[in-house]
């Protein structure tokens, strides 16, 4: 086994000895001998022994000291200012500082290169000197960990820890060799200065990155208080881990790694059919974070699908903390790493931990978002496969009170040939969902929200809307469609955008303060205000959000179909105000038809009126589709169109979510659950007060939506 102790002392000896040898050789290339100097002055007619007689010459008397001129306080103090200005001056520069001091060339060129010299040995020794200290720290470091694997218990028994066929004290080592390998990488850097490469910090750590800046909500009867500062925002009061919590944290992560890659398998005795048997799982796994909390509901699913993206991409994604949100945004509301515990051996993730919280939703306002605490660990198995697991850490943050607790849960990535990878997910948490709308508890309990096969449709589409993003060999024999490559990346950066804006803003997240205005039921309407300032991608001024959800009795893809056609627009779109729709530029990033973005033009019926522009994305999968869209200017538009940035594009996204009931069964395909979210900007100064004149034609707008909405289905499945 590799000690780092072993480690340690290997680089103390390497560190000296090359220390002792570039001294060696500094000396003998910079300083000069004594009888080079003596020669060199001798050669150079320099008056510099002093009280001679003839016996100085006598070869008779060969040991005689020789004693020399030294400089004088001016002279030295001249030559040391000239040598901050230049330590290299040449023969010219040389020549005019020795006929201004009285001496030689020769004796200043002496001067200076000794002096150049004593100033390498100088940085060298306090470069050593720094070493020794970080290589004590290091030392310091292990004994403190092997200290604490000395006392390592048990969070759950109090007994002593296990791992399985990996001792914890094994595992520990195998973390600690990887830091000490990014702390030789570090220390190596800093030691090229030695040959004057240029060098810069090099921390263990690097902090996780900020998350996107977020509109802040605006201080009025029907807002709440600045965004991430809600007072019942509890995503803001989880910590960092201590030190002392880091050895519990990777005995966590080390057993939820065995447990996934058994609970992975087809032939897991835990799993009857695509269930779970949670007598059996006990009993397989037995250790963990300890029993189910009292009235939480076990949720357990597994799913698996060939995606068109290798692995490695697929592990930037899931080890990425701003990656993963960007692309799980109908999942991820928000999330944050808070601590790196290591970042992987070799330049790649295996044996990454971290340390992060999340906020998981659903696209309504009805299902309470999950926030959960917990460590991701990614490993590469014996088989050349990856896999990623997620561990709660709820025992270290006993406040505030967790609703969700996520169980051993992630994914194994195995390669396959042409850039596919083939993504089998288990997803396994323990939940209370009293606080869910009756409207969605079907679709909750069966696992159709928070469930594996919704992480891996979104994956899936995904990967085909990335693949669109890169793709070049664009058919321009359709109309409308975009070839341009430049052109293309704008215009899909922007529809991403506005999806992550949507999808940010339609959920429950704690974040959030949703007024509910009037009706009863699953009906009733919510609305809350946010202000936007000085953001680009967003006009300034109060924004109004309005959002309702309703059950109806048509399947989701039709209800689909029905939204994203422009054809059928004017039949639900209350501000195209009766105009003729058409598409004038769209871009297929999927294999269903319906995965597109679009550029459509809204053509008014009344000649005065401008006509308006319209970007829309349309997704869909066999989980959840959208259908998300915001008016744009047009000359903005050309911009992107030609390959400018998007990011100066302001948005006011709307739109629908549209999600099976979980009622699809005897061959039917069930009823849909659709929620309508509205965005307007109500007021374009960001210090106006909301009126209530603006609210009730919010109000009134989304429920005209929505009843244009039932009356057009309902025609259509008369």
């Known amino acids: 086994m590799f000690e780092p ?115 390498k040995n100088h940085h060298e020794r306090h470069e050593n000197s720094h070493l020794r200290a970080e290589n004590e720290k290091l030392r310091g470091d292990n004994l403190r960990y092997r200290e604490a694997l000395a006392n390592a218990s048990c969070p759950n028994c109090g007994g002593p820890t296990a791992i399985g066929e990996m001792s914890f004290d094994e595992h520990q080592l195998r973390l600690e060799n990887a830091r000490l390998r990014e702390e030789i990488d570090r220390i190596s850097a800093i030691a090229a200065k030695y040959v004057g490469k240029p060098v810069s910090n090099y921390p263990l750590m690097s902090p996780p990155p900020l998350p996107p800046r977020p509109l802040e909500l605006a201080m009025g009867n029907f807002g709440g208080d600045v965004y991430g500062n809600n007072p019942t925002d509890q995503f803001k009061s989880i910590s960092a881990p201590t030190e002392s919590d880091k050895p519990v944290i990777i005995d966590l992560a080390v057993a939820a790694m065995e447990e996934l890659m058994r609970m992975a398998q087809v032939d897991q005795p835990s799993w009857n059919s695509l269930v779970l048997d949670e007598e059996e799982y006990a009993r397989t796994f037995p250790r963990g974070i300890g029993p189910k909390p009292a009235g939480f509901r076990s949720e357990a699913s597994r799913e698996s699908a060939v995606v068109i993206m290798n692995h490695i991409n697929i592990l930037e994604i899931l080890m990425d903390v701003n990656q993963w949100s960007m692309v799980f945004a109908g999942m991820v509301s928000r999330a944050m790493t808070l601590a790196v515990l290591s970042t992987g051996v070799a330049g790649n993730y295996n044996g990454a931990l971290q340390v992060m919280t999340a906020e998981f939703q659903v696209p309504t306002p009805l299902v309470p978002t999950r926030e959960t605490y917990f460590a991701r660990y990614c490993k590469q198995q014996a088989d050349g496969s990856w896999a990623v697991v997620d561990i709660s850490l709820d025992s270290l943050q006993p406040n505030p009170p967790v609703r969700c607790r996520r169980r051993a849960s992630g994914c194994l990535i195995q390669e396959m040939p042409n850039g596919y990878s083939k993504v089998t997910w288990v997803e396994h948490v323990e939940v209370d969902d ?141 501000l195209s105000n009766g105009g003729v729709v058409q598409e004038m530029a769209h871009i297929a990033n999927g294999r269903d038809t319906g995965n597109c973005v679009s550029l459509l033009r809204v053509n008014s019926a009344n000649s005065s009126q401008s006509n308006m522009l319209i970007l829309q994305e349309s997704c869909t999968d066999p989980t959840a589709s959208f259908v998300i869209y915001a008016p744009v200017d047009i000359v903005a ?80 499945t008369a």
């Open 637 to 716: 538009m050309n911009i992107v169109l030609n390959g400018g940035d998007p990011d100066y594009v302001a948005l006011l996204p709307s739109g629908f979510a549209i999600l099976p009931d979980g009622n699809a069964n005897g061959g039917g395909e069930g009823g849909s659950l659709l929620t309508v979210a509205f965005q307007i900007l109500v007021d374009s100064v960001p210090t106006a007060k909301l009126s209530l004149g603006s609210v009730a034609t919010v109000n009134n707008l989304i429920a005209c939506t929505v009843e244009r909405i039932k009356a057009s289905m309902s025609c259509e």
């Open 5 to 119: 102790n072993m480690l340690l002392a290997a680089m103390n000896n390497e560190d000296s000895n090359n220390y002792n040898h570039e001294l060696n050789n500094n000396n003998n290339d910079g300083f000069l001998r004594d009888d080079e100097f003596d020669s060199a002055n001798t050669k150079s007619g320099s008056e510099n022994q002093e009280g001679g007689s003839g016996n100085d010459q006598d070869p008779h008397h060969p040991n005689k000291k020789k004693r020399y001129h030294r400089h004088t306080q001016l002279q030295i103090q001249e030559m040391e200012a000239f040598f901050k200005e230049c330590p290299h001056p040449d023969d010219k520069q040389r020549k005019q500082l020795s006929r201004d001091l009285g001496l030689e060339p020769l004796q200043v060129k002496f001067w200076f290169q000794n002096k150049r010299t004593q100033m």
């Open 434 to 574: 009293r606080g869910v709308h009756d409207l969605y508890k079907h679709m909750v309990s069966t696992g159709h929200a928070f469930g594996a096969k919704r992480w891996v449709a979104i994956l899936d589409r995904q990967c085909e809307r990335l693949a669109s993003v890169m793709a070049t060999n664009i058919s321009s024999g359709e109309v409308g469609v975009i070839t341009n490559q430049e052109g293309r990346r704008s215009m899909l950066k922007l529809a991403e955008r506005m999806v992550i804006s949507f999808c940010a803003g339609v959920s429950a997240s704690t974040a959030h303060t949703w007024t509910t205005l009037s009706g009863t039921g699953a009906e009733d309407v919510r609305v809350m205000t946010r202000k936007s300032v000085d953001d680009p991608g967003r006009p300034p001024g109060i924004v109004l959000s309005a959002a309702t959800s309703f059950g109806i009795a048509v399947p989701p893809k039709r209800v689909f179909e029905f939204l994203r056609d422009e054809n059928s627009r004017n039949e639900w779109d209350i």
